[in-house]
């Protein structure tokens, strides 16, 4: 599959308006989220090895593809979707650049899933705990931030509920 580069440097932006979130998939696209690996070289941190597993260097595509903890969170998300929606196996080229063959129609949520999931994974590293109950609250306050925002425009209000149609009785 041929990537189109465009799409994959614009498709944050229309993810999400979360400027902190933004800056976070842009660090991503160019290889500039310091991890353990980097940071151990730096002398940021005493060990190169994941926050989570602690097996392997700690990586973009380990923390977010290959990690088995991290790996078994994205699994349970994808359980706690199903009736609703499908969410596609991560793999290291849709953690790094997010789901571009899926579904226009959920594109732009499907993303913005990922997006929150892997910044979760990312915030807390230092506290070695992941959880599904504390992920699936951060995605709610995200669309509850987003929903008061888009009430001041009639554009807005159709991008939003676009976007979130599926979940809206889920997060409601």
């Known amino acids: 599959m041929e990537i189109e580069w465009n799409n994959v440097y614009i ?10 979130l933004r800056m976070f998939q842009y660090k991503i696209l160019n290889n500039i989220l310091y991890l353990n690996k980097h940071l151990f070289t730096f ?3 005493d060990n190169k090895f994941c926050s989570y597993c602690f097996t392997e260097e700690e990586t973009i595509i380990h923390i977010f593809v290959h ?8 699994n349970d998300l994808k ?11 991560l793999d290291p080229q849709s953690a790094i650049f997010g789901f571009l063959q899926v579904d226009p129609n959920f594109i732009l949520v499907l993303n913005h899933i ?13 506290s070695h705990k992941l959880s599904l109950t504390a992920l699936i609250k951060a995605l709610k306050k995200v669309y509850v931030l987003e929903k008061k925002f888009s009430a001041n425009s009639v554009k807005k209000t159709k991008r939003f509920h676009k976007k979130w149609s599926k979940l809206e009785l889920l997060f409601s």
């Open 11 to 20: 498709l944050h932006r229309r993810v999400t308006i979360d400027t902190k």
């Open 43 to 45: 002398r940021k941190k």
């Open 67 to 74: 990690c088995q903890k991290t790996n078994r969170l994205w």
């Open 79 to 89: 359980v706690y979707f199903d009736d609703i929606l499908h969410i596609p196996t």
């Open 114 to 126: 990922l997006l929150i999931f892997k910044y979760y994974v990312y915030i807390t590293r230092d």
